[in-house]
């Protein structure tokens, strides 16, 4: 299955502030995926990022807020702007691959902020 | 609307034991369900994935079940490990590639 390489793992961000996240794939894949986790609660889809087209959000997530680029077939990026304590989560790349292997996720990126 | 649950929502056993772990999923019309371990704070890694047309897949201790006229999956754990201490979630996949998690089962395996 793919290989997901995810940075920062972890980072501590003064409100107000933006991080970027970037998730690379170590092979060609069309599908990929944001998802969010806050503190004890499950993952909720932020956005699917398909290549050559806009992201498209769940509801409750706005472009505005979450911008995403998916510049090519093995990368993404995943903006917070404007963070707030709220925003403190963890945040996961997936990717949807065919031929039994299914959603593989990257190693998360831990986001505290204060 | 999808809902996965999943019961228990934490469990400890002393190691050796055989465990069962349940989902559930209101809406029965899924086309993949996928078991998933996550260590405290970190990403998730994929067990097992079921197909609709597949009634169960094993892979190695782990054997995992579905029943989807019933709307249920089971992970059966054999002679688990202090090393399968983790949370596990499930999550089905209802049409477009997109996942709805369950709320997983904190695991807890005594040495």
């Known amino acids: 299955s793919a290989v997901i390489s995810q940075k920062p793992s972890r980072d501590i961000c003064q409100r107000g502030t933006s991080l970027t996240i970037q998730c690379q794939v170590d092979s060609q894949v069309t599908m990929m995926f944001w998802y969010r986790q806050q503190p004890g609660q499950s993952l909720t889809l932020i956005a699917t990022?398909?290549?050559?087209?806009?992201?498209?959000?769940e509801s409750g997530f706005v472009i505005d807020k979450f911008p995403i680029s998916r510049p090519n077939l093995t990368f993404s990026t995943l903006t917070v702007s404007n963070m707030s304590p709220e925003d403190s989560s963890i945040y996961l790349c997936?990717?949807?691959?065919?031929?039994?292997?299914?959603?593989?996720f990257g190693s998360g990126t831990r986001l505290t902020v204060v | 609307k999808q809902e996965v649950t999943q019961i228990p929502a934490a469990l400890s056993v002393p190691e050796g034991e055989n465990l069962v772990l349940n989902c559930s999923f209101t809406?029965?019309?899924?086309?993949?369900l996928q078991w998933f371990r996550q260590d405290p704070g970190k990403g998730l890694t994929s067990l097992l994935l079921i197909q609709s047309s597949q009634r169960e897949q094993t892979s190695g201790r782990l054997n995992a079940s579905l029943d989807k006229s019933s709307g249920r999956s089971t992970l059966y754990i054999a002679a688990s490990q202090p090393g399968d201490s983790a949370t596990y979630l499930c999550a089905v996949e209802s049409g477009t590639y997109k996942y709805i998690f369950g709320t997983g089962t904190r695991l807890k395996v005594l040495a």
């Open positions: 809406d029965s019309a899924i086309y993949n």
């Open positions: 990022a398909n290549q050559g087209s806009e992201a498209t959000y």
């Open positions: 997936s990717v949807w691959e065919q031929g039994g292997y299914g959603y593989t």
